[in-house]
T-cell receptor, first 113, second 114 residues
Framework: EAGVTQSPRYAVLQEGQAVSFWCDPI?????LYWYQQPRDQGPQLLVYFRDEAVIDNSQLPSDRFSAVRPKGTNSTLKIQSAKQGDTATYLC???????????FGPGTRLLVL | GEQVEQLPSILRVQERSSASINCTYENSASNYFPWYKQEPGENPKLIID?????ERKQIQGLIVLLDKKAKRFSLHITDTQPADSAMYFC?????????????FGGGTRLTVRP
């Protein structure tokens, strides 16, 4: 079974530039999560979906971040105008139905100069 | 919401000794407590977990204890090896049909000296 896949693996931006991250969850997993992990810190939830519906986006900086999962499968996280404080690894995870375990993808490491 | 505190942030032990990491949580309704291991440049990988209907779980050299009254849970790694050196994260969540969001602790950097 293929795991969670993410692309790109790395991104380097100047402040003010936009960037999109893409996630393909494990097949059949209806719940998808985006986390932000600053260096040497624990992952912090940004947003999560069940199928195509946003369940919780309360931690997503809505002025510059957006996330969609239009068909309930793949998802895209976009930063409209990146800031240096956005430098972090962005992790996608997926979970199936009522199972407990979340499986993480390899992450996208973002550096904003 | 939930908040999870994790200590220590840095832990250095000698090979073949044991290592212990402690976490506390705030939401008494939380019912699932996973532990993840993360190596440099890698994604977090689940190593052991415990549900609220248990007090103790062991998988080989990993032991997790849960004290619901104190809202505290801990990971104990027995007979540590240099390959156990990594970041470890605890997390807590309320898993139900409405969904589940993990709240992570701040992490423990474990170094096992040969």
């Amino acid at each position: 079974e293929a795991g969670v896949t993410q692309s790109p693996r790395y991104a380097v931006l100047q402040e003010g530039q936009a960037v999109s991250f893409w996630c393909d969850p494990i097949s059949g997993h209806d719940t998808l999560y985006w986390y932000q992990q600053p260096r040497d810190q624990g992952p912090q939830l940004l947003v999560y979906f069940r199928d195509e519906a946003v369940i919780d986006n309360s931690q997503l900086p809505s002025d510059r971040f957006s996330a969609v999962r239009p068909k309930g499968t793949n998802s895209t996280l976009k930063i409209q105008s990146a800031k240096q404080g956005d430098t972090a690894t962005y992790l996608c995870a997926s979970r199936q139905g009522n199972q407990d375990t979340q499986y993480f993808g390899p992450g996208t490491r973002l550096l904003v100069l | 919401g939930e908040q999870v505190e994790q200590l220590p942030s840095i832990l250095r032990v000698q090979e073949r000794s044991s290592a212990s990491i402690n976490c506390t949580y705030e939401n008494s309704a939380s019912n699932y407590f996973p532990w993840y291991k993360q190596e440099p440049g890698e994604n977090p990988k689940l190593i052991i977990d415990i549900r609220s209907n248990m007090e103790r779980k062991q998988i080989q050299g990993l032991i997790v204890l849960l004290d619901k009254k104190a809202k505290r849970f801990s990971l104990h790694i027995t007979d540590t090896q240099p390959a156990d050196s990594a970041m470890y994260f605890c997390a807590a969540t309320l898993n139900n049909n409405a969904g589940a969001k993990l709240t992570f602790g701040g992490g423990t950097r474990l170094t096992v000296r040969p």
